[in-house]
């Protein structure tokens, strides 16, 4: 006589009968934990295989294709610094997180519904685990979706100016081949970014305050960036607060005699900002007037402007972890103005080799009661050369919140979003442990300029890249161009000391 057992009668708690062979089935709190994993996985171990792949196969797509941006075009990562990207990526997380969702509880109650039917899977489902794994997936689509909303808001903020004024004047000359000034355009076959067409990169940092005290924004920093495009190697040109006698860009041509800015030329933003009726540009007439005759001193075409404000470079060290630098004389300030200009500080640096954070740091290239203005600017292109040698991208990626913040905030530059990739693909290029320093500093340079002075500065500035070998450009410094900086380049940093 046979037995026929009805698995639907079995008492709860019995154990496990089924045929030898029979897979076991996930409880429902396990399916649920292979779909947090990934979705789709807990309903393929259910045996619910095609509804499995048709919920995990977004997910994994979107794996394997930054898996093929990371490895082969990383040029690719930075196209994420566009608008309607990040607009995209935000969508595409919301969508993921809805099927991530959806695949937990699917899991879930696929599991429970089978355990109800059959004798053979034991365990009970856990709604409060279920409701565990919901939260923890909400939460985790949610922060990507802040973080990409941020983006997405600092963006829209770092790469316009306010106003109608955006963008560098036009020099009164033109850029050539070698860079030199001339009326000769890039040639028409040339179809890569319009930076690169003069075979260099020439970027004005713009360090302001706009802090307690002050009306608009002061350019106490004004740092040329400069590198040469064939061979990686690059210089820094301190460009003095105090030059007097300054000239303006050609739009600018009829406010002065001569078309020279008779002031201080760190007060030359101010001044146009009061003025907007005189020069153009509008909100930016500020902004357009110094960027404008920095251009003209130098005698190279400016490939784009970034503006910083104080308060972010230390907010920036800060996010960085701080920075080493090797102070080579104590510095001794007994009227360092506060920040929220309140009054001043005593202010004492030790020489040797120091972890800084923003707050000191920015003492540090700041300070200038002690020594003046030149000494100053080389403390600043020491602290801006010395960070850029110490990031650590695997660092940064646990504060992009934050930079993101930060950037949003303080900072502002006339590059478009689709000028990053190429800027950081030869970014990477750039032999950042030999670069040039150059102070236009007294006795060599007067702070009153003359036709004569200018002259000279712009020669400097034009003939800073020796001409090399023919080469084309390149992904990484050579050896050979490393080494015919000649002898101002800069050795490797020992600090920070090795332990």
């Avoid at 689509?141 to 036009?170: C, D, E, K, M, R």
């Avoid at 003492?363 to 203005?373: F, G, I, K, V």
């Amino acid at each position: 006589m046979t037995v026929v057992r009805d698995s639907s009668y079995a008492p709860r708690g019995a154990p496990d009968e089924r045929p030898e062979g029979r897979p076991s089935r996930p409880t429902p709190g396990l399916a649920a934990i292979l779909s947090f994993i990934l979705p789709g996985l807990g309903q393929i171990a259910l045996g619910a295989f095609r509804r499995g792949v048709v919920l995990g196969f977004p997910l994994v797509l979107t794996l394997i294709v930054a898996l093929f941006v990371v490895i082969g075009d990383r040029k690719a990562l930075f196209g994420v610094i566009q608008p309607q990207v990040i607009l995209a990526l935000i969508a595409l997380d919301v969508l993921l997180g809805l099927i991530h969702l959806i695949a937990i509880g699917d899991a879930y109650h696929t599991a429970r519904s089978r355990r109800a039917r059959s004798a053979w899977t034991v365990g009970h489902g856990s709604p409060r685990l279920l409701a565990v794994l919901l939260v923890i997936t909400f939460v985790i689509h949610g922060t990507l979706g802040a973080i990409g909303v941020q983006a997405y808001n600092a963006v829209n903020a770092v790469f316009s100016l306010p106003g109608s004024g955006i963008g560098i004047p036009a020099p009164s000359f033109g850029p050539t081949a070698d860079g030199s000034p001339g009326a000769s355009a890039a040639p028409t076959a040339y179809s890569g970014p319009a930076w690169a067409a003069d075979g260099r990169l020439n970027v004005l940092l713009i360090g302001g305050d706009a802090g307690a005290g002050r009306w608009s924004l002061r350019t106490d920093t004004m740092i040329v960036l400069s590198a040469d495009l064939a061979t990686g190697r690059a210089a820094l040109f301190g460009i003095p607060r105090n030059l007097v006698n300054a000239p303006l860009a050609p739009e600018d041509s009829g406010i002065f005699p001569n078309n020279r800015f008779p002031d201080l030329l760190n007060g030359l933003w101010v001044y146009a900002d009061t003025h907007r009726a005189q020069f153009p540009g509008g909100d930016d007439a500020g902004f357009r007037a110094i960027t404008g005759a920095v251009q003209q001193l130098v005698g190279v075409p400016l490939d784009g402007a970034i503006v910083v404000k104080l308060q972010g470079f230390v907010d920036l060290v800060n996010a960085l972890g701080g920075v080493w630098i090797d102070v080579k004389s104590p510095i001794s300030d007994y009227a360092y103005p506060k920040v929220d200009g309140s009054g001043y500080i005593q202010l004492h640096i030790p020489a040797g080799c120091q972890h800084m954070n923003g707050t000191v740091a920015l003492e540090y290239a700041r300070s200038r009661h002690q020594t003046d203005d030149y000494n100053r600017m080389g403390r600043q292109q020491i602290v801006l050369t010395d960070l850029a040698n110490q990031l650590d991208p695997i660092a940064l990626i646990t504060q992009v919140p934050n930079l993101l913040t930060i950037a949003g905030t303080n900072l502002k530059t006339t590059f478009a979003p689709a000028d990053i990739p190429a800027i950081a693909e030869f970014g990477a290029s750039v032999d950042r442990t030999h670069i040039k320093n150059v102070l236009f500093d007294p006795p060599t340079y007067p702070e009153y300029l003359t036709t004569k002075e200018i002259s000279k500065i712009q020669n400097v500035v034009r003939s800073i890249f020796p001409p090399v070998a023919p080469v084309a450009p390149r992904a990484s410094p050579t050896p050979a161009a490393t080494a015919s900086l000649g002898p101002s380049a800069k050795p490797a940093a020992t600090c920070p000391p090795s332990h």
